[in-house]
Protein backbone atom coordinates (compact mmCIF):
# COMPACT_ATOMS: atom_id res chain seq x y z
CA UNK A 1 0.00 0.00 0.00
CA UNK A 2 1.11 3.48 -0.89
CA UNK A 3 2.34 5.64 1.73
CA UNK A 4 0.76 9.01 2.40
CA UNK A 5 2.10 11.82 1.51
CA UNK A 6 1.71 15.67 1.37
CA UNK A 7 0.76 18.27 3.87
CA UNK A 8 -3.24 19.12 4.66
CA UNK A 9 -3.36 22.59 7.23
CA UNK A 10 -6.71 23.17 8.97
CA UNK A 11 -8.05 25.80 10.57
CA UNK A 12 -9.46 25.60 13.75
CA UNK A 13 -8.77 23.11 16.58
CA UNK A 14 -12.70 22.86 17.73
CA UNK A 15 -14.51 19.76 17.21
CA UNK A 16 -14.92 20.27 13.05
CA UNK A 17 -11.54 20.94 13.05
CA UNK A 18 -10.27 17.78 15.02
CA UNK A 19 -12.73 15.62 13.13
CA UNK A 20 -11.45 17.09 9.76
CA UNK A 21 -8.12 16.40 10.95
CA UNK A 22 -9.12 12.71 11.38
CA UNK A 23 -10.33 12.08 7.94
CA UNK A 24 -7.28 13.74 6.78
CA UNK A 25 -4.72 11.52 8.63
CA UNK A 26 -4.83 8.50 6.27
CA UNK A 27 -4.32 10.61 2.84
CA UNK A 28 -1.89 13.13 4.09
CA UNK A 29 1.37 12.29 5.79
CA UNK A 30 1.12 15.46 7.61
CA UNK A 31 -1.45 17.50 9.06
CA UNK A 32 -1.57 20.41 10.93
CA UNK A 33 -4.10 21.69 12.79
CA UNK A 34 -3.87 26.09 13.67
CA UNK A 35 -5.61 26.95 16.52
CA UNK A 36 -6.60 30.65 17.77
CA UNK A 37 -6.90 29.88 22.00
CA UNK A 38 -4.27 28.37 24.07
CA UNK A 39 -5.22 25.00 24.47
CA UNK A 40 -5.64 23.59 27.76
CA UNK A 41 -3.75 20.74 29.05
CA UNK A 42 -7.10 19.22 30.29
CA UNK A 43 -10.95 19.47 30.02
CA UNK A 44 -11.69 22.98 30.22
CA UNK A 45 -14.24 25.84 28.62
CA UNK A 46 -12.47 28.07 26.16
CA UNK A 47 -12.94 31.61 25.28
CA UNK A 48 -13.17 30.69 21.45
CA UNK A 49 -16.21 28.13 22.15
CA UNK A 50 -18.24 30.29 24.00
CA UNK A 51 -21.20 28.06 23.60
CA UNK A 52 -19.21 24.97 24.91
CA UNK A 53 -20.38 25.63 28.25
CA UNK A 54 -24.39 24.86 27.52
CA UNK A 55 -25.91 21.49 27.11
CA UNK A 56 -24.53 18.68 24.30
CA UNK A 57 -25.00 15.73 23.09
CA UNK A 58 -23.68 13.42 20.46
CA UNK A 59 -26.49 11.88 18.80
CA UNK A 60 -26.50 8.09 17.95
CA UNK A 61 -25.47 7.87 14.48
CA UNK A 62 -22.49 10.52 15.77
CA UNK A 63 -21.64 8.51 18.80
CA UNK A 64 -21.21 5.81 15.87
CA UNK A 65 -19.09 8.12 13.70
CA UNK A 66 -16.95 8.62 16.45
CA UNK A 67 -16.80 5.25 17.43
CA UNK A 68 -15.21 4.23 14.23
CA UNK A 69 -13.13 7.10 13.76
CA UNK A 70 -11.44 6.36 17.41
CA UNK A 71 -12.19 3.11 18.59
CA UNK A 72 -12.50 2.32 22.70
CA UNK A 73 -13.21 6.38 23.15
CA UNK A 74 -17.17 5.48 24.44
CA UNK A 75 -15.67 3.15 26.82
CA UNK A 76 -12.72 6.33 28.09
CA UNK A 77 -15.55 8.54 28.40
CA UNK A 78 -17.56 5.96 30.54
CA UNK A 79 -14.62 5.44 33.07
CA UNK A 80 -14.59 9.49 32.99
CA UNK A 81 -18.22 9.63 33.86
CA UNK A 82 -20.15 10.37 30.81
CA UNK A 83 -23.33 8.76 30.55
CA UNK A 84 -24.55 6.68 27.75
CA UNK A 85 -27.83 6.94 27.12
CA UNK A 86 -30.15 5.21 25.24
CA UNK A 87 -32.47 8.39 23.32
CA UNK A 88 -35.68 6.60 22.80
CA UNK A 89 -35.70 5.30 26.63
CA UNK A 90 -33.97 7.63 28.93
CA UNK A 91 -34.86 10.92 27.53
CA UNK A 92 -38.23 12.77 28.33
CA UNK A 93 -38.86 14.05 25.03
CA UNK A 94 -41.67 17.17 25.24
CA UNK A 95 -41.99 18.12 21.55
CA UNK A 96 -45.13 20.20 19.93
CA UNK A 97 -46.63 20.46 23.20
CA UNK A 98 -46.94 16.30 23.77
CA UNK A 99 -44.51 14.03 25.63
CA UNK A 100 -43.36 11.62 23.17
CA UNK A 101 -43.82 8.06 24.64
CA UNK A 102 -40.67 5.81 25.45
CA UNK A 103 -39.54 3.54 22.47
CA UNK A 104 -37.86 0.31 22.04
CA UNK A 105 -34.90 -0.46 23.65
CA UNK A 106 -31.83 1.02 21.00
CA UNK A 107 -28.51 2.36 20.50
CA UNK A 108 -26.58 4.67 23.20
CA UNK A 109 -25.36 8.22 22.28
CA UNK A 110 -22.88 10.08 24.60
CA UNK A 111 -24.14 12.84 26.82
CA UNK A 112 -20.93 14.70 27.69
CA UNK A 113 -20.10 18.19 28.89
CA UNK A 114 -18.07 19.89 25.62
CA UNK A 115 -15.35 20.06 27.44
CA UNK A 116 -15.01 16.82 28.37
CA UNK A 117 -15.46 15.51 24.66
CA UNK A 118 -13.39 17.94 22.87
CA UNK A 119 -10.21 17.26 25.52
CA UNK A 120 -10.49 13.31 24.73
CA UNK A 121 -10.80 13.67 20.78
CA UNK A 122 -8.18 16.23 20.52
CA UNK A 123 -5.81 14.08 22.47
CA UNK A 124 -6.63 10.97 19.79
CA UNK A 125 -6.19 13.19 17.15
CA UNK A 126 -2.87 14.90 18.35
CA UNK A 127 -1.52 10.79 18.93
CA UNK A 128 -2.22 10.06 15.10
CA UNK A 129 0.91 9.83 12.69
CA UNK A 130 1.93 13.05 11.52
CA UNK A 131 -0.18 15.07 12.90
CA UNK A 132 1.06 18.74 14.85
CA UNK A 133 -1.42 20.99 16.33
CA UNK A 134 -0.18 24.79 16.36
CA UNK A 135 -2.03 26.17 19.11
CA UNK A 136 -2.17 30.51 19.61
CA UNK A 137 -1.79 31.42 16.92
CA UNK A 138 -3.74 33.77 14.52
CA UNK A 139 -4.82 32.92 11.05
CA UNK A 140 -4.80 36.20 8.68
CA UNK A 141 -5.48 35.06 5.54
CA UNK A 142 -5.23 32.54 2.85
CA UNK A 143 -1.56 32.17 0.39
CA UNK A 144 -2.60 31.79 -3.08
CA UNK A 145 -0.39 30.86 -6.19
CA UNK A 146 -1.78 31.16 -9.67
CA UNK A 147 -5.70 31.24 -7.81
CA UNK A 148 -5.10 27.73 -6.16
CA UNK A 149 -4.62 27.61 -2.42
CA UNK A 150 -1.40 26.40 -1.52
CA UNK A 151 -1.04 27.60 2.30
CA UNK A 152 -2.08 29.82 5.08
CA UNK A 153 -0.43 33.60 6.95
CA UNK A 154 -0.54 33.24 10.45
CA UNK A 155 1.10 34.66 13.22
CA UNK A 156 1.41 34.17 17.09
CA UNK A 157 -0.88 35.52 19.35
CA UNK A 158 1.80 36.76 21.47
CA UNK A 159 4.03 38.36 19.04
CA UNK A 160 6.53 37.72 16.18
CA UNK A 161 6.48 38.13 12.80
CA UNK A 162 3.61 36.25 10.00
CA UNK A 163 4.88 33.47 8.32
CA UNK A 164 3.48 31.27 5.68
CA UNK A 165 2.56 27.90 6.56
CA UNK A 166 2.60 25.95 2.88
CA UNK A 167 -0.72 23.24 2.69
CA UNK A 168 -1.51 21.00 -0.91
CA UNK A 169 -4.93 21.40 0.87
CA UNK A 170 -5.95 24.37 3.60
CA UNK A 171 -9.20 23.23 5.14
CA UNK A 172 -11.36 26.24 6.97
CA UNK A 173 -13.03 24.83 9.84
CA UNK A 174 -12.76 28.48 11.41
CA UNK A 175 -16.65 28.69 12.85
CA UNK A 176 -19.70 29.98 11.38
CA UNK A 177 -17.93 33.62 10.74
CA UNK A 178 -17.45 32.63 7.08
CA UNK A 179 -14.01 34.40 6.92
CA UNK A 180 -12.61 32.18 3.68
CA UNK A 181 -15.55 33.67 1.98
CA UNK A 182 -13.82 37.25 2.52
CA UNK A 183 -10.52 35.82 1.61
CA UNK A 184 -11.21 34.28 -1.53
CA UNK A 185 -13.37 37.05 -2.91
CA UNK A 186 -9.61 38.71 -3.63
CA UNK A 187 -9.21 36.21 -6.16
CA UNK A 188 -12.59 37.06 -8.00
CA UNK A 189 -14.58 34.11 -6.60
CA UNK A 190 -18.39 34.10 -5.91
CA UNK A 191 -19.91 33.85 -2.58
CA UNK A 192 -22.05 30.42 -1.97
CA UNK A 193 -25.76 31.17 -2.11
CA UNK A 194 -26.92 31.39 1.55
CA UNK A 195 -30.06 31.06 3.22
CA UNK A 196 -30.53 32.08 6.77
CA UNK A 197 -34.07 31.84 9.62
CA UNK A 198 -33.34 34.73 12.24
CA UNK A 199 -33.57 32.65 15.61
CA UNK A 200 -32.71 35.42 18.20
CA UNK A 201 -31.76 33.31 20.95
CA UNK A 202 -30.21 33.77 24.16
CA UNK A 203 -29.62 30.19 26.24
CA UNK A 204 -27.97 30.40 30.29
CA UNK A 205 -26.92 27.37 31.62
CA UNK A 206 -25.60 26.09 34.94
CA UNK A 207 -24.54 22.97 36.40
CA UNK A 208 -26.30 21.36 39.47
CA UNK A 209 -26.48 18.52 41.46
CA UNK A 210 -29.97 16.22 41.96
CA UNK A 211 -30.88 14.39 44.90
CA UNK A 212 -30.02 10.72 44.67
CA UNK A 213 -32.13 9.29 41.44
CA UNK A 214 -34.51 11.97 41.18
CA UNK A 215 -35.53 11.16 38.16
CA UNK A 216 -34.45 8.07 37.34
CA UNK A 217 -34.49 6.18 34.81
CA UNK A 218 -34.58 9.39 32.70
CA UNK A 219 -31.23 10.91 32.07
CA UNK A 220 -32.34 14.11 30.49
CA UNK A 221 -35.59 15.99 29.54
CA UNK A 222 -35.75 17.73 26.67
CA UNK A 223 -38.73 20.45 26.23
CA UNK A 224 -38.68 21.89 22.65
CA UNK A 225 -41.04 25.53 22.03
CA UNK A 226 -44.47 25.99 20.47
CA UNK A 227 -46.52 28.72 19.23
CA UNK A 228 -46.92 31.35 21.82
CA UNK A 229 -44.13 30.44 23.99
CA UNK A 230 -40.72 30.55 22.10
CA UNK A 231 -39.14 29.06 25.86
CA UNK A 232 -37.44 25.77 25.69
CA UNK A 233 -34.86 23.99 27.88
CA UNK A 234 -32.82 20.71 28.62
CA UNK A 235 -31.63 19.05 31.67
CA UNK A 236 -29.29 16.57 31.04
CA UNK A 237 -27.30 14.15 32.93
CA UNK A 238 -23.26 14.98 32.68
CA UNK A 239 -20.41 14.05 33.90
CA UNK A 240 -19.07 13.70 36.64
CA UNK A 241 -22.50 12.82 38.45
CA UNK A 242 -23.99 16.27 37.57
CA UNK A 243 -26.65 17.48 35.92
CA UNK A 244 -25.94 20.55 33.19
CA UNK A 245 -29.46 22.96 32.76
CA UNK A 246 -30.06 25.04 29.78
CA UNK A 247 -32.70 27.16 29.42
CA UNK A 248 -32.95 29.46 25.65
CA UNK A 249 -35.29 31.67 24.59
CA UNK A 250 -36.12 32.86 21.26
CA UNK A 251 -37.12 35.31 18.86
CA UNK A 252 -36.25 38.14 22.07
CA UNK A 253 -37.97 36.55 25.14
CA UNK A 254 -34.68 36.18 26.67
CA UNK A 255 -34.04 34.20 29.80
CA UNK A 256 -32.80 36.14 33.07
CA UNK A 257 -28.79 35.56 33.74
CA UNK A 258 -29.54 35.45 37.57
CA UNK A 259 -30.10 32.07 39.85
CA UNK A 260 -33.64 33.13 41.24
CA UNK A 261 -34.65 34.44 37.32
CA UNK A 262 -32.75 31.51 35.71
CA UNK A 263 -35.27 29.04 38.07
CA UNK A 264 -38.25 31.20 37.62
CA UNK A 265 -37.59 31.01 34.16
CA UNK A 266 -37.33 27.27 34.01
CA UNK A 267 -40.59 26.66 36.07
CA UNK A 268 -42.26 28.06 32.68
CA UNK A 269 -41.13 25.40 30.82
CA UNK A 270 -40.20 22.70 32.93
CA UNK A 271 -42.92 19.51 33.69
CA UNK A 272 -43.77 20.46 37.18
CA UNK A 273 -42.06 17.21 38.70
CA UNK A 274 -38.91 18.46 36.90
CA UNK A 275 -38.99 22.04 37.79
CA UNK A 276 -39.36 20.06 41.71
CA UNK A 277 -35.92 18.27 41.26
CA UNK A 278 -34.30 21.72 39.77
CA UNK A 279 -35.38 23.34 42.70
CA UNK A 280 -34.20 21.00 45.51
CA UNK A 281 -31.15 20.47 43.43
CA UNK A 282 -27.75 21.98 44.73
CA UNK A 283 -26.43 25.14 42.46
CA UNK A 284 -22.74 23.95 41.46
CA UNK A 285 -21.73 27.31 38.96
CA UNK A 286 -22.84 30.67 38.26
CA UNK A 287 -25.20 31.08 34.86
CA UNK A 288 -23.60 31.61 31.89
CA UNK A 289 -24.99 33.41 28.48
CA UNK A 290 -24.81 32.99 24.57
CA UNK A 291 -26.11 34.50 22.10
CA UNK A 292 -27.35 33.17 18.60
CA UNK A 293 -28.59 35.32 16.09
CA UNK A 294 -29.62 33.20 13.28
CA UNK A 295 -29.23 29.95 11.54
CA UNK A 296 -27.22 29.98 8.87
CA UNK A 297 -26.68 27.97 5.69
CA UNK A 298 -23.34 27.97 2.69
CA UNK A 299 -24.86 26.54 -0.23
CA UNK A 300 -21.52 25.88 -1.85
CA UNK A 301 -22.58 22.55 -3.70
CA UNK A 302 -24.44 25.38 -5.75
CA UNK A 303 -21.11 26.50 -7.00
CA UNK A 304 -20.36 26.07 -10.77
CA UNK A 305 -16.56 26.54 -9.39
CA UNK A 306 -14.08 26.16 -6.60
CA UNK A 307 -10.68 27.46 -5.99
CA UNK A 308 -8.03 24.35 -6.30
CA UNK A 309 -7.10 23.46 -2.82
CA UNK A 310 -9.52 25.23 -0.06
CA UNK A 311 -12.38 23.19 1.79
CA UNK A 312 -15.04 24.62 4.15
CA UNK A 313 -16.24 22.41 6.74
CA UNK A 314 -18.30 22.22 9.96
CA UNK A 315 -20.42 25.33 11.04
CA UNK A 316 -18.87 27.41 7.79
CA UNK A 317 -21.55 25.16 5.84
CA UNK A 318 -24.50 25.19 7.95
CA UNK A 319 -24.91 26.57 11.37
CA UNK A 320 -27.86 25.16 13.26
CA UNK A 321 -30.55 26.29 15.69
CA UNK A 322 -28.54 24.85 18.96
CA UNK A 323 -31.43 24.03 20.62
CA UNK A 324 -31.61 20.64 17.99
CA UNK A 325 -28.65 19.42 19.45
CA UNK A 326 -27.41 18.58 15.72
CA UNK A 327 -24.21 20.90 15.16
CA UNK A 328 -21.44 17.97 16.33
CA UNK A 329 -23.41 15.11 14.96
CA UNK A 330 -23.57 16.87 11.68
CA UNK A 331 -19.72 17.55 11.51
CA UNK A 332 -19.41 13.81 12.35
CA UNK A 333 -20.94 13.27 9.43
CA UNK A 334 -19.43 15.83 6.92
CA UNK A 335 -15.99 14.13 8.54
CA UNK A 336 -17.36 10.65 7.42
CA UNK A 337 -18.06 11.89 3.82
CA UNK A 338 -14.44 14.04 3.71
CA UNK A 339 -13.15 10.69 4.32
CA UNK A 340 -15.14 8.59 1.25
CA UNK A 341 -14.47 11.72 -0.80
CA UNK A 342 -10.42 11.56 -0.48
CA UNK A 343 -10.40 7.86 -0.52
CA UNK A 344 -12.01 7.91 -3.93
CA UNK A 345 -8.85 10.16 -5.43
CA UNK A 346 -7.77 14.14 -5.47
CA UNK A 347 -9.75 15.00 -8.52
CA UNK A 348 -12.68 17.59 -8.76
CA UNK A 349 -12.36 17.25 -4.87
CA UNK A 350 -14.36 20.21 -3.56
CA UNK A 351 -17.39 19.80 -6.09
CA UNK A 352 -17.54 16.08 -4.93
CA UNK A 353 -17.38 16.91 -0.95
CA UNK A 354 -19.65 19.91 -0.77
CA UNK A 355 -22.54 17.47 -2.94
CA UNK A 356 -21.88 14.93 -0.49
CA UNK A 357 -21.56 17.59 2.58
CA UNK A 358 -25.25 18.44 1.45
CA UNK A 359 -26.67 15.58 1.42
CA UNK A 360 -25.87 15.11 5.51
CA UNK A 361 -26.52 18.45 6.03
CA UNK A 362 -30.32 18.69 3.99
CA UNK A 363 -31.68 15.99 6.37
CA UNK A 364 -30.61 18.59 9.81
CA UNK A 365 -31.43 21.87 7.91
CA UNK A 366 -35.23 20.26 7.34
CA UNK A 367 -35.30 19.58 10.64
CA UNK A 368 -34.12 22.67 12.17
CA UNK A 369 -35.67 24.95 9.23
CA UNK A 370 -39.32 23.70 9.75
CA UNK A 371 -39.13 23.30 13.54
CA UNK A 372 -38.52 26.81 13.94
CA UNK A 373 -40.98 28.14 10.88
CA UNK A 374 -43.49 26.30 13.03
CA UNK A 375 -43.86 29.08 15.43
CA UNK A 376 -45.24 32.19 14.02
CA UNK A 377 -42.99 34.54 16.00
CA UNK A 378 -40.10 33.48 13.98
CA UNK A 379 -40.03 35.40 10.45
CA UNK A 380 -39.21 33.39 7.04
CA UNK A 381 -40.84 32.32 3.82
CA UNK A 382 -43.43 29.22 4.46
CA UNK A 383 -44.63 27.83 1.62
CA UNK A 384 -46.63 25.40 0.73
CA UNK A 385 -44.88 21.95 1.22
CA UNK A 386 -43.45 23.93 4.40
CA UNK A 387 -46.75 24.11 6.16
CA UNK A 388 -47.75 20.62 5.15
CA UNK A 389 -44.43 19.25 6.80
CA UNK A 390 -45.12 21.17 9.77
CA UNK A 391 -49.19 20.45 10.21
CA UNK A 392 -47.69 16.74 9.61
CA UNK A 393 -44.78 16.64 12.01
CA UNK A 394 -47.11 18.30 14.78
CA UNK A 395 -49.72 15.40 14.20
CA UNK A 396 -46.86 12.51 14.38
CA UNK A 397 -45.73 14.36 17.70
CA UNK A 398 -49.05 13.75 19.27
CA UNK A 399 -49.96 10.40 17.96
CA UNK A 400 -46.43 9.66 19.20
CA UNK A 401 -47.54 10.57 23.03
CA UNK A 402 -48.94 7.06 23.29
CA UNK A 403 -48.24 5.14 19.74
CA UNK A 404 -44.77 3.66 20.56
CA UNK A 405 -44.26 2.21 16.85
CA UNK A 406 -44.81 5.75 15.60
CA UNK A 407 -42.80 7.57 18.55
CA UNK A 408 -40.28 5.06 17.38
CA UNK A 409 -39.63 6.18 13.66
CA UNK A 410 -39.69 10.04 15.16
CA UNK A 411 -36.64 8.32 17.69
CA UNK A 412 -34.87 6.86 15.14
CA UNK A 413 -35.12 10.05 12.81
CA UNK A 414 -33.96 12.47 15.73
CA UNK A 415 -30.74 10.02 16.00
CA UNK A 416 -30.07 10.45 12.34
CA UNK A 417 -30.31 6.88 12.38
CA UNK A 418 -33.22 6.50 9.37
CA UNK A 419 -33.14 9.52 7.05
CA UNK A 420 -36.61 12.21 7.34
CA UNK A 421 -38.61 10.22 4.45
CA UNK A 422 -38.92 7.41 7.10
CA UNK A 423 -41.54 9.52 9.18
CA UNK A 424 -43.52 9.17 5.59
CA UNK A 425 -43.54 5.49 5.47
CA UNK A 426 -46.81 3.88 5.02
CA UNK A 427 -46.77 2.12 8.18
CA UNK A 428 -46.17 5.42 9.87
CA UNK A 429 -48.07 7.74 7.85
CA UNK A 430 -50.95 5.51 8.34
CA UNK A 431 -50.90 5.63 11.88
CA UNK A 432 -50.36 9.30 12.11
CA UNK A 433 -53.44 10.26 9.78
CA UNK A 434 -56.03 8.12 10.78
CA UNK A 435 -55.73 7.99 14.41
Known amino acids: MARPAGHAVVLGASMGGLLAARALAGTYSRVTLIERDELPAGPADRRGVPQGRHVHVLLPRGSE ?7 GLAAELGQAGVPHTQLARQIRFVVSGHRLTRGHPGPTMLQPTRATLEHAVRRRVAALPGVEILHGRDVSGLVTTAGRVTGARVARRSGGREETVEADLVI ?17 RPRPPEERIKVGIKYVSCFFRTPPGALAPERGVLVGPVAGRTRAMAFMACEPDRWLLTVAGMAGDHPPADPGGLIAFARTIAPPDVHDVIAASDRLSDPVTHTFPASVRRRYEKLSTHPEGLLVFGDGLCSFNPIYGQGMTVAALQAEALQACLAAGPGDLARRFYRAAAKVIDPAWQL ?19 RLINRYVARLHRVGADDIDVADAFWRVAGYLDPTPALLRPRVALRVLTR
Not at 65 to 71: D, R, Y
Not at 174 to 186: D, F, P, T, Y
Open 65 to 71: VLGSFFP
Open 172 to 188: DALGRSGRSIEWVAHLG
Open 368 to 386: SAAGDLALPEIAGPRPLAT
